[in-house]
């Protein structure tokens, strides 16, 4: 995976805007999506060459995503890919809030939303409580063909563009689990639970790296579902129940190079208050067991903007990378080129330059408007051009 030798090199966290002809595909029941999705990942990498990402991906466009908004293609199209999931038989879903007396479990109803239940009864974006897919059976990976078309769509389009250093997503152990909110009806306990996806997952997780490509793990669970466990957890429980599920993220990473391996966390993509975001201080550690060369955190948004200082204390191991997102997901506002650049460099001294690519927050396709999300990723480059001049003058 490359460092920043000699410039502030640039990435991004996945999503990328859909072309509306391909969105229309994707609604339509009877529609060839191959050809459409091919010359849109073409299309794609192209741009992100053009505005100066270094890293590119295929925007996730394989990744189904039927309305211009979505801020959960990033991990649903997973149950495309997986037998052994299911609708939730009726008298099975997990409630908005704990039973009392009940074990610690995901719930619908995060804690934030219980402090503003006014706003979240309004807002336009509300989290994690549209109805989710159960574990009903043995979980077997059955996507294969989806995820070969995709990887040979992005290997043509970036060896047509001469582009050096792709990377695909992909949903990690932990966030698969948090997205069906532990609706495990099959498994006997949450060891075996993980165990079978982490199995299930790791025949994507090979598949991406065989290919070529860097593997992105997606896992805003890590620090997000923090938030949506009932009763809620003491700090060391919530650590040791984390641990749990990057073991089994490891155990699926088995045989897989680290230098070919990034992991992104976030608190959740909706626009909310985020005052309930469990600190990057506090998940740090954690974050760093994962087996990964590289980690993408939050770092434009600003409940978590001023997290760098955590790397004052919290050491980045020897050969790692840091991918600070710089440009935030979170507003319309196009951030200044200087303020992009001041986040990097605030990144830079904490653990050396060498050792930052500026990124996003989260991925911005479905989450601002295309045109936002494109300026969005120019203000990343250009700012990334001014911190470069400072740091290797």
């Known amino acids: 995976m490359k460092h920043s030798t000699d410039r502030i090199l640039v990435t991004h966290a996945g ?29 794609i990498v192209n741009a992100q060459a053009k505005v100066g990402v270094d890293v590119v991906n295929d925007g996730e466009l394989g990744k189904p995503m039927r309305s211009k908004s979505d801020l959960a293609a ?19 879903a997990a409630p908005n809030r704990a039973v009392a007396g009940q074990p610690m479990r995901i719930v619908g109803e995060r804690w ?35 995820l070969h078309r995709d990887l040979a769509n992005l290997k043509a389009a970036t060896t047509a563009a001469g582009v050096s250093e792709a990377f695909v997503t992909s949903i990690a152990v932990g966030s698969l ?62 650590r040791r129940y984390a641990m749990l599920r990057v073991e089994a993220l490891n155990q699926a990473l088995r045989g897989i190079p680290e230098d070919r391996v990034r992991f992104h966390i976030c608190w959740g993509s909706w626009h909310g208050p985020h005052v309930t975001d469990l600190p990057l201080r506090d998940i740090a550690e954690v ?46 506002v196009v951030e200044h080129s200087e303020v992009v650049a001041d986040r990097i460099l605030a990144y830079a001294k904490a653990v050396g330059r060498e050792n930052v690519v500026a990124g996003t927050d989260c991925g911005l396709g479905g989450r601002v408007h295309p045109e936002i999300a494109w300026a969005k ?10 911190a470069t001049k400072q740091l290797w003058r």
């Open 112 to 146: 934030e939303q219980r402090q503003f239940p006014q706003f979240y009864n309004e807002a336009a974006f509300v989290p994690t409580t549209a109805s989710r897919p159960s574990c009903i059976g043995p979980i077997t990976y059955t996507g294969q063909d989806a």
């Open 177 to 238: 689990e948090m997205f069906c909110r532990g609706q495990n009806l099959h498994y006997p306990n949450a060891e075996a639970f993980l165990e079978a996806i982490a199995q299930a997952l790791a025949v994507e997780y090979r598949a991406i790296v065989e290919a070529g490509f860097v593997l992105q793990l997606d896992d805003p669970g890590l620090p997000d579902t923090w938030d949506m466990l009932d009763p809620h957890p003491s700090l060391e429980e919530y």
């Open 287 to 332: 974050m760093l067991r994962v087996k990964a060369q590289a980690y993408s955190v939050e770092a434009g948004n600003v409940r978590h903007e001023h997290e760098h200082k955590v790397w004052r204390d919290v050491k980045l191991p020897d050969g790692k990378i840091l991918i600070p997102g710089v440009v935030s997901h979170a507003t319309n």
């Open 74 to 92: 990033w991990g649903t199209y997973i149950f495309g890919r997986l037998g052994g999931f299911g609708p939730t038989p009726s008298g099975s």
């Open 15 to 43: 999503s990328l805007p859909r072309p509306d002809t391909l969105i229309a595909a994707w609604s339509a029941a009877d529609s060839d999506i191959d050809p459409v999705l091919a010359a849109s990942v073409t299309d």
């Open 377 to 386: 990723l120019r203000a990343l480059a250009e700012g990334a051009k001014l």
